[in-house]
């Protein structure tokens, strides 16, 4: 029976503009992991919102790099941080020195923890692969893995554009590599610009969209997306400074049914 109530609210949020695809097999109960707190945060640039605002959805969390400076995760998780993406590696060699640091705090503050790697249009898909899996630990329970597609605009050594075939094949190949280590599909994390000038819906994975001046279902029309990153001014109890505001497509119900289909085993 907890089977077939956890696909159903998969399906379900599949269809209001969650994940594309829904795995196979979700029968692991989502046991371990905490009921998601309401946000308490502030936003240092605030937008107008129209239409659904962020504050309509109920789970909430950020993504950080070393940025970030010094995180007091437990106050962050009792202001609603209910989930981080913490900043892995980026290209073939380089490890944010943040990252493990980050993800044991946000651990034992109980925020579900995951890792992105920011893609490096200079080195080739498989070699960043490699680098990914060889600095991220395979930890059951962490959120699938996320690969950030976005221009390198403020790269010193690498601000070259390929072609949207290019761009489309070489995140085939990284996705691939990942997904056989980690046991998940990863999220793809975009921009608008990056999205329509690569036509990444033609990948149709799984997405987390940035759209900080409007809803998702009007800067990406058609698109259906898993995570969306509303601000990049949020202001949270626990964090110094700004950091990116993120929210999940569904319910709190939905919430744990995506855990318990999507985090690693």
């Known amino acids: ?12 949020l599949a269809a209001c503009g969650g994940p594309r695809r829904a795995p196979p097999d979700v029968g692991a109960a989502a046991i371990g992991f905490p009921a998601p707190r309401p946000p308490d945060f502030g936003d240092a640039d605030p937008h107008p919102w129209d239409g659904r605002a962020p504050d309509r959805y109920p789970v909430h969390g950020i993504d950080a790099s070393r940025w970030q400076g010094s995180i007091d995760w437990a106050t962050a998780r009792s202001n609603g941080v209910n989930f981080a993406y913490l900043k892995a590696t980026e290209g073939g060699d380089l490890l944010d020195p943040m990252f493990a640091f980050y993800a044991r705090g946000a651990r034992q ?22 680098w990914f899996i060889a ?17 390198n605009h403020r790269s010193p050594t690498c601000r070259t554009r390929p072609p949207g075939e290019t761009v489309r094949a070489e ?12 046991g998940q599909r990863p ?79």
């Open 1 to 12: 029976m907890r089977r077939l109530i956890l696909l159903t609210l998969i399906l379900a």
């Open 109 to 130: 503050a109980g925020v579900v923890t995951g890792a992105y790697h920011f893609f490096y249009f200079c080195t080739p898909a498989a070699v960043q692969a490699r």
């Open 135 to 151: 600095n991220v630990p395979r930890r059951a329970g962490d959120l699938p893995p996320v690969l950030d597609l976005e221009w």
């Open 171 to 182: 995140a085939l190949v990284f996705l691939d590599i990942v997904a056989r280590h980690y």
């Open 187 to 265: 999220v793809i994390y975009t921009t608008p610009d990056f999205w329509e000038t690569n036509g990444i819906a033609q990948l149709g994975e799984e997405t987390w969209l940035r759209s900080v001046a409007g809803h998702p279902s009007k800067v990406y029309p058609g698109a259906r997306w898993t995570f969306w990153q509303y601000s990049g001014t949020g202001l949270i109890g626990g964090i110094d400074g700004k950091v990116d505001l993120n929210t999940f497509a569904g319910s709190a119900a939905d919430w744990q049914a995506w855990l318990a289909a999507r985090t690693l085993r």
